[in-house]
């Protein structure tokens, strides 16, 4: 976890440098490198545990992340004190990529009702969630470079603009430390997935309860550290892209851990505790998105009425996977 945390502070900064030095904007950054690189750990985790016939493994730590990290969200929106979060860095690449978000874990429950047929043992949600990955990718790009709706500018709302000195920064050299922290973070997967296994077994924990509660935390650590360590450079629209977009990357552990789980669809796998979470995780992004779209300035405490509903969902939701 120690690894996960220092790389995940490096990998914020050298992110920011890259979406001003490549001109991809924060919110692409954030969805494809800073999320996606962040979510390393978990994925590889997810991969490997389903390879080894550990489904609800699997299955929980990917699916439990999403939750975990959102809420994560929240505490990053506590340690901007200027405004709340979702006022600042309200931004249309950031509502797409919620709205993307939605729609992937909506086809994870389709993929969870829907009959058991795979081809070659792979169930056809799988290459949807590919697909419209891919395509929604291509929607938060586009709606960045030629909006069709912008937010209010306000004193407090802070643009998505490259930074001069960023600009000069050598390319090659930005790549070659992100290849290799992204690396770093892959493979403490393998370590947190015997370890998570292990404790399953010694203490008889579900291994639902084993992904959502344990797991799920540690590989999601990245997330918590990227994302106050991107409000504190003052990258917020990375802030919230990196969350927002390392959680559609993070449905992608379920396509990749069905492709991977050889014993038929994986969808169908699910218990009512996966479901449960799903639908919780779904709730948890509707509020956010509402907060990005009604961007109250200051709220109580110095949190958004929303960020405070995301906690609360859950606080909810560890309370009945405990109770359950």
Known sequence: MAVIATAGVRITAVVDELAD????????????????????????????????????LALSNALGGIAVQTAFLAVADIAYRRANLEHAAASAANLMQGALLITLMAIILVGAFSPAVTVFG????????????????????????????????????????????????????????????????????FVLEAAASGVARHTGLQQTTVGLLLTATATSLPE???????????????????????????????????????????????????????????????????????REQHGPGGIGFESLAVLLLYGLGIALVLGG
Not at 251 to 272: P, V, W
């Open 122 to 189: 792979i169930h056809p949600a799988t290459p949807a969630l590919l697909a419209i990955y891919m395509y929604g990718l291509h929607l938060v790009q586009r709606v960045r470079d030629e909006p069709m709706w912008r937010p209010a500018r306000t004193r407090e709302t802070r643009e998505d603009v490259p930074e001069e000195d960023n600009l000069r920064l050598s390319l090659t050299r930005l790549l070659l430390v992100f290849v290799g922290l992204a690396a770093l973070l892959g493979l403490s997967g």
């Open 224 to 294: 918590l550290v990227t994302s106050v360590a991107a409000v504190r450079r003052g990258a917020l629209t990375l802030a919230v892209g990196g969350i927002i977009g390392g959680n559609a990357f993070d449905t992608l552990f379920t396509a990749a851990s069905d492709i991977a789980y050889r014993e038929g669809s994986i969808y169908k796998q699910m218990d009512d505790g996966l479901l449960l979470w799903v639908s919780l995780s779904i709730l948890m992004t509707g509020f956010l998105l509402m907060g990005l779209i009604r």
């Open 21 to 56: 030095r490549t001109r991809a904007g924060e919110a692409l950054a954030g969805a494809v490198l800073l999320g996606a690189t962040t979510s390393l750990s978990g994925s590889v985790l997810s991969v490997t545990a389903a390879w080894k016939g550990h489904a609800d």
